[in-house]
């Protein structure tokens, strides 16, 4: 199976966004990642929901949405009107993890759970079998750019582990860090989807880079 590129927009040109989408458009990504920060769960802002709402209308691939907010339940209504895909939130940043999933089901979303770095994914055990997607960041979340943290590697295999023990369908995503030299052993450790923003937005052919990822294939 091809692995799944989620090119995220972080690292876009925010001057020119419709070249960014229009480039997305033209190339073989499969989702576009769109973070949103709110300056308290991460120390940084990035964009709210005007932005997401142009940039769907203008994108014609499925919108891979991560909130990097707190309580990010009270706004699941909202992305969905923006024609969210994927809501993933953060496992951190919400208490009642169950009902917030179940809302984003009942809202027409497909759910995903995002884990920081030192969450472990043993505290997704109870809820895997209704997860879509679980989205293991890479890097401390907040900031584009960064430096892959290793023990990500090991961290994919224990949650393939977790997922084919409770027979859940929820696909693996990486995010942070992620680029030529990672990204093929992200597959190999079994990953279903890669986000890549710095390492797509900055090259000097992003769809033949995306193009690269796309071709990495699971064994
Ligand atoms: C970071 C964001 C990422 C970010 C990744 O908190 O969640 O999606 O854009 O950027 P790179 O690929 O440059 O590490
Ligand atoms: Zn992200």
Known sequence: MKTIVSPSLLSANFIDLKS?????????????????????????????????????KACNKPLDVHLMIVNPERYIEQTAKCGAEYMTIHYEACTHLHRAIQQIHAAGMKAGVSLNPSTPVWVLEDVIKDLDLVLLMSVNPG????????????????????IQRTGSHALIEVDGGVQGETAPRLVEAGVDALVSGS???????????????????KI
Request: charged share 30%.
């Open 143 to 162: 900031f584009g750019g960064q430096k892959f943290i290793e023990n990500t590697i090991d961290k994919v295999a224990r949650l393939r582990e977790l």
């Open 199 to 217: 390492y797509v937005f900055k090259s000097r052919d992003p769809i033949a880079t995306i193009h690269s990822l796309k071709e990495l294939k």
């Open 20 to 56: 960014d989408v229009e480039m997305i458009n033209k190339s073989d990504a499969d989702w576009l990642h769109m973070d949103v920060m709110d300056g308290v769960f991460v120390p940084n802002i990035s964009f709210g929901f005007p932005v997401l709402e142009a940039v769907s």
